[in-house]
């Protein structure tokens, strides 16, 4: 019954920001991890980062790591991340993913997963 849907991908220079959104509905109770997970052309899709729904506890990968940030808001059921100081390595089709498992950075304990969203960065 949970469905996610990205939203705010878009064109951007190298340097800037973009704030994706990941909507969801349907309840929470199965919820233990909301991730973003991105795939560029010819190349497997990779952890971007995650949030514990409860608690907020957060994880990220060592390549966004001081320039991603990953948020809540848990009345609007929503998760976003906003991306800062863009580099053209980040051009990527970005999804979120919902986890009912432990494994935060395992791309196989998410089941649920969104329809994607373009993020294209120019250098």
């Known amino acids: 019954q949970v469905h996610l849907a990205e939203s705010g991908g878009g064109l951007v220079q190298a340097g800037g920001s973009l704030r994706l959104s990941c909507a969801a509905s349907?309840?929470?109770?199965?919820?233990?991890?909301m991730g973003w997970f991105r795939q560029a052309p010819g190349k497997e899709r990779g952890f971007v980062g995650a949030v514990r729904w409860r608690g907020g506890n957060t994880y990220y990968a060592d390549s966004v790591k001081g320039r991603f940030t990953i948020s809540r808001d848990l009345a609007k059921n929503t998760m976003y991340l906003q991306m800062d100081s863009l580099k053209p390595e980040d051009t990527a089709v970005y999804y979120c993913?919902?986890?009912?498992?432990?494994?935060?950075?395992?791309?196989?304990?998410?089941?649920?997963w969104g329809q994607g969203t373009q993020v294209t960065v120019s250098a």
């Open positions: 993913a919902q986890s009912g498992d432990i494994l935060a950075t395992m791309e196989r304990s998410y089941s649920i």
């Open positions: 349907g309840g929470t109770s199965g919820r233990y991890y």
